[in-house]
């Protein structure tokens, strides 16, 4: 029983989980097993993925440790060729496509098959944004000038609005004054009708 909790506490303790984002077509490394302190210990590594739109987790790669001293992995489509595997266990996929976001674990194992520890690896693969398309980059710049632009003779348009109106109102407006200084004039006797009438 002591034993067996011995095993479970030194799973946890080993097992980590990691959080990675990389732009498609960069690599992304993570930590598949410590050989520096624990190489005489491990015997062999299983590597296994699953995608965003699957369930479960399907084998990649089984590394033993007559290949640890080598940098090329053995893997599954479409993993084969683009997978690298450092002197230090770091696990390396290069060339990395959109279909790659996931996770990814990496159990390491004694010769006795007991588990050792296990990384886990949750890959965020963030497809190539405007950055690296200089059209697309022109594209949002043409349209800011134009809804800028547009903008522009909007305001242009309701200033000339305006002002014929405030002109509108400044001809009515004159004309009312006239027309009111001529009815009072009109209105008015002239000096030979006082004379005539005192």
């Keep these: 029983m002591f034993q067996l909790m011995k095993y479970w506490l030194l799973i946890v303790f080993i097992s980590t989980t990691y959080g990675m984002e990389v732009r498609e077509g960069q690599s992304a490394t993570f930590n598949c097993a410590d050989f520096n302190t624990s190489a005489a210990s491990v015997d062999f590594v299983f590597v296994k993925f699953r995608g965003a739109e699957q369930t479960t987790l399907g084998h990649v790669a089984f590394i033993h440790r007559t290949a640890f001293d080598r940098e090329e992995v ?3 489509s479409p993993f084969e060729d683009r997978i690298r595997l450092s002197p230090d266990g770091d696990l390396t ?9 996931g996770f990814y674990e990496c159990s390491a194992y004694s010769q006795t098959f007991t588990l050792f520890s296990k990384n ?3 890959l965020n693969v963030k497809p190539l944004d405007h950055e690296d398309h200089p059209t697309s980059s022109g594209a949002n710049v043409g349209l800011i000038i134009g809804i800028i632009l547009a903008l522009l003779l909007l305001f242009f348009f309701i200033f ?3 002002l014929k109106r405030t002109n509108l109102v400044e001809k009515a407006r004159t004309r009312i004054i006239q027309t009111y200084r001529s009815m009072k004039v009109g209105s008015q006797p002239s ?8």
């Design 74 to 76: 053995n893997a599954e």
């Design 93 to 101: 996929i290069i060339n990395t496509t959109i279909s790659d976001g």
């Design 120 to 122: 886990t690896l949750q």
């Design 160 to 162: 000339l609005i305006l």
């Design 191 to 198: 000096k030979t009708e006082v004379a005539a009438n005192p």
